[in-house]
T-cell receptor
């Protein structure tokens, strides 16, 4: 079975620009999570979708971050405008049921200059 | 909210020796504890997990123990090999409780180096 995929693998942008990250979960997985790891720190939860609905967005840093999952398939995470502190690796994970194993994607490394 | 602490931050062992990585958690409602291994440039991969209704789980050279009273859980790797070198993350979740969110709270990760 194909794993979780993320695009792009790397993105380098300047402060103030906009970036959109994409995640394709494992087919049939209703639960989709976004996490972020800032260099040297722990992987931190951003938000959780169940199908197209946001179950929990308590980890979203501020209103510069917008996540969508139209149709309940792939998800996008947009950062607008990007700030220096947004740099890090953004991971997406999916699971079939909420308490099941979460399978991670390879991550998108975002660098904001 | 939940807080997960992971110690030590780095660990170096000789090939063939055992490695033990410890994590503590703060929320007594947590009931699911996965361990992820991340090799350089790759995605985090689940290597073993444990739920709060058991105290220990083994899978070949890897085992995880859980002490709910003390709120800590540990990863044990026996007969370490160079390919075990990676970053290991512990995590906690209260995903099985009714109405609970299944988000994972991670420790900071530990870099394990296995010297040949």
């Amino acid at each position: 079975e194909a794993g979780v995929t993320q695009f792009p693998s790397h993105s380098v942008i300047e402060k103030g620009q906009t970036v959109t990250l994409r995640c394709d979960p494992i087919s049939g997985h209703d639960n989709l999570y976004w996490y972020r790891r800032v260099m040297g720190k722990e992987i931190k939860f951003l938000l959780h979708f169940v199908k197209e609905s946001k179950q929990d967005e308590s980890g979203m840093p501020n209103n510069r971050f917008l996540a969508e999952r139209t149709g309940g398939t792939y998800s996008t995470l947009k950062v607008q405008p990007a700030e220096l502190e947004d740099s890090g690796v953004y991971f997406c994970a999916s699971s079939q049921e909420p308490a099941d194993t979460q399978y991670f994607g390879p991550g998108t490394r975002l660098t904001v200059l | 909210g939940e807080n997960v602490e992971q110690h030590p931050s780095t660990l170096s062992v000789q090939e063939g020796d055992s490695a033990v990585i410890k994590c503590t958690y703060s929320d007594s409602a947590s009931n699911y504890f996965p361990w992820y291994k991340q090799e350089l440039g790759k995605r985090p991969q689940l290597i073993i997990d444990i739920r709060s209704n058991v105290g220990e789980k083994k899978d070949q050279r890897i085992a995880v123990t859980l002490n709910k009273t003390a709120k800590h859980f540990s990863l044990h790797i026996t007969e370490t090999q160079p390919e075990d070198s990676a970053v290991y993350f512990c995590a906690a979740s209260i995903g099985r409780a009714a109405g609970a969110n299944s988000k994972l709270t991670f420790g900071k990760g530990i870099t394990l180096s296995v010297r040949p």
